[in-house]
């Protein structure tokens, strides 16, 4: 399948020629960056968990010295691991919507740093 | 002269892996950026390919080092409970900053958000690397993944600064210090 060249960076160069001639499919970068996304959003989303329940809290206390961040950060690393492992091998060779890919990791992102901001969490809560 | 073995390991997190990782930013943000300028034509040779995804990768890796020197070796002698009946609280640092509430919002909210933003660095530098690494010079022709990059860099120092900012003061307000003296250098 031919790789999707995004127009408004075409290059016209006899170098540009022969790189776009083996150009990869997209599909392997939008895993990265969606599974990247998904990992900033677990992030935000274990530590709001944790935050509001006692119960998490305490479930996410892997390593007592650390508490319930050791819980937090492990979980949403693996998830993030789990996400990026799948998406390659469904995506590797593929050319995707790396737009909508794109902007899906993004909005998870800022969603992640928004749970993470102690004022917007004590705002979730009504606190 | 002397530093105390906490002293020295909050440095190496802080100062060591934390700075110098703040510092590479500009550089990541360069080196793709230059792919949209110059084009498939950069990096010019194999060997600055090679040098250029062996900073992307250091820039990871210094993002792994702090965030887990900073969760596992530092966090715990942070958050130590004292044992009933201590008053002095400067080994505590947590309990010293909680025990006031002119001090307490240095936790409550600046150590609340560092603990956490921080991690948001790694994941995104790993993924920074591996599509420079994957792609390289194509970056050029994939202009929404090469911008989409950038925004996980921006993303990542931000997150970065945040982090390192908190810690900075609140290493000045409740400072982390205990374990075996290390003599640097003494007087005469």
């Known amino acids: ?127 | 002269m002397q530093i105390t073995f906490r002293d020295m390991i909050t440095m190496l997190h802080g100062m060591g892996f934390g700075a110098l990782f703040m510092l590479a930013f500009s550089g990541a943000v360069g080196v793709i950026y230059a792919t949209a300028v110059v084009g498939p034509r950069w990096p010019s040779s194999r060997w600055d390919n090679k040098m250029f995804r062996f900073y992307l990768i250091s820039m990871a890796a210094l993002a792994w080092l702090t965030v887990l020197s900073g969760t596992y070796l530092v966090y715990p002698w942070y958050r130590a409970v004292p044992p009933a009946g201590t008053t002095d609280l400067s080994a505590y640092p947590q309990r010293l900053l909680l025990a006031s509430p002119l001090t307490a919002e240095w936790h409550n909210f600046g150590m609340e958000w560092k603990e956490h933003i921080g991690w948001f660095a790694p994941i995104a530098m790993t993924m920074v690397a591996y599509v420079f690494i994957k792609y390289g010079p194509q970056l050029a022709f994939h202009r929404t993944m090469r911008n989409t990059v950038l925004g996980f860099i921006a993303a990542a120092f931000l997150a970065t600064a945040v982090a390192g900012a908190f810690g900075a003061l609140l290493n000045k307000y409740a400072p982390i210090r205990g374990g075996d003296a290390i003599v640097l250098l003494r007087g005469k």
């Not at chain 1, 075409?10 to 170098?15: H, Y």
């Not at chain 1, 540009?16 to 083996?22: K, L, T, Y």
């Open chain 1, 1 to 127: 399948m031919a790789a999707h060249i995004d127009q408004e960076s075409v290059n016209t160069s006899p170098a540009a020629e022969d790189a776009r001639s083996e150009l990869l499919p997209n599909g392997a970068g939008a895993a990265a960056i969606l599974a990247a996304g998904v990992g900033s959003l677990a992030i935000g989303v274990f530590a709001f968990a944790a935050d509001v329940s006692p119960y998490l809290k305490n479930a996410f206390n892997f390593w007592s010295p650390s508490g319930p961040l050791s819980g937090v950060s492990f979980t949403a690393v693996l998830v993030w691991l789990l996400v990026w492992f799948w998406l390659s091998r469904r995506w590797a060779a593929r050319e995707v919507n790396f737009a909508r890919a794109s902007a899906a990791a993004f909005a998870m992102l800022i969603a992640g740093l928004l749970l993470t901001f102690p004022p917007f969490m004590d705002l979730l809560q009504g606190k």
